[in-house]
């Protein structure tokens, strides 16, 4: 390999933003002040680091984490390249940053390293109008294995078919897929075919001429117009009629779409992605699904596994939740006896029950720290009719995953700086061990540091 010649440390501290370079296997190799600064570490401390580990506290690559890595873009596309990525703070707490990735060459023109601005966005300023990205929240198995296939299929223009429960997040997986394809700086829209009676999603699909019905008084923009050059996400596809999965077919074959009383057939370019948490395969065998429309929508089937089957990923989850919430931050981190009570529970509302949860916990806690008696836990409830009087029994459906439950202990300093002994230092491998997430450990080590010095 010919020879880079990278910035002296000078030049590097005349950059007033956090800059670092960075070798085609994630080692910083330089970075100035403002760097370090921005992720509190020495320079010592920082190079030879990988860069997942000091920005992520993560052992492995941010693409591995369900976002889309800056630097392996740049590597691979050879050109400069601009990403809204999720960061922790100081605080421990997520924050959006915009990373620009350029690659340097060497002498021969080969790509060696890429040179990395990172700055914190304001996503209150109105001039940046920059929308927060999806991410999707946890580093259990079935996760990790998810997201892995949701980033090979992102870039393509593959139609997607996003199955699983009710409230586990099919709506966030679409947006991911928008937010790393090619697509991201189109429109990203959505559309609940559960909330709409059969008239209002063909007009709401494919919009309609002026007088097409009575009370269309002006003509209407259907929903694959609004979306052409971007993403339209299908919710509950499982309740479009019959007659619509025709119409429906008709669009994904042919690119076109004729409003309701038209005429003329137009062009659009939109990528659907469907979700349902209905057997379809199920109501193809049963007529009530055109097998035809199956087979498009599914040429990639994901499944979005329910919360109770990845409860490793619930404190994760909750901090993540808790972050986003108006005095939520102010509970973090949480105790072990909260997340024992967290991780006890096997909602049947996945995702979506467990964000009102803790909303609920938070009012209840009233400022002060959350405590079990907050956790509001709703309960399955059997009514008995027996001669004439109502028995009413009830029936607690939650789950204890041992498994997780036997690794929990409180978190005190002796604890923490045991475990991390015994570990070498890994935190990840420590997180584990200790039962919460590896965020939650990091705040607990920056506050032994901060008691330290």
Known sequence: MTKTVLPTQAMLEGIPRPYAIIDENYEIVAANQSYCKQFGQSLDQVLGQCCHRVEHQSDVPCSKLGQ????????????????INIHPNLKGKDIPVKVTATPIYSEGHEVTHVGAFIEPVDLEDSDKKVEQPRVLVGKSKALLKLTSLL?????????????????????????????????NTGPFIVVDCGALGENLIESELFGYEKGAFTGALK??????????????????????????Q???????????????????????????????????????????????????????????????ERKEDIPALAEYFLGMMDDGDAQL????????????????GNIRELR????????????????????VFPTNLEVRMTQGSVTIIQENSSHRPEHLLSKRQRLTDEVVIDVLGRHNG????????LGVSERTLYRHIRRLRGEQS
């Open 333 to 348: 981190p949480l105790s072990s006896d909260v997340i024992e009570s967290l991780l006890g529970y096997d909602y049947p």
């Open 246 to 308: 025709t119409k429906l077919l008709r669009v994904l074959e042919m690119s076109t779409v004729r409003r309701l009383g038209g005429t003329d057939y137009m062009k659009v370019d939109v990528r659907v992605i469907a979700a349902t948490n209905r057997n379809l395969l199920e109501m193809v065998n049963q007529g009530q699904f055109r097998q035809d429309l199956y087979y498009r929508l599914a040429a990639f089937p994901v499944f979005m596994p329910p919360l109770r």
């Open 356 to 375: 009102n949860i803790l909303e609920r916990a938070v009012i209840l806690a009233a400022g002060e720290p959350m405590a079990q008696d907050h956790l």
């Open 151 to 183: 980033y090979r299929a992102a870039p393509t223009q593959t139609t997607i078919l996003v199955e699983g429960e009710s409230g586990v997040g099919k709506e966030c997986v679409a947006n991911y897929v928008h937010q790393y394809s090619t697509r």
């Open 68 to 83: 889309e890595c800056p630097l392996d873009r740049a590597f691979l596309d050879r050109q400069q390249v601009q990403l």
């Open 426 to 433: 890994h935190r990840g491998s420590a997180a584990q061990e």
């Open 219 to 244: 003509r209407k923009q259907g929903l694959f117009e609004a979306a052409n050059g971007g993403t339209l996400f299908i919710d509950e596809i499982g309740e479009l009629p019959l007659e619509l």
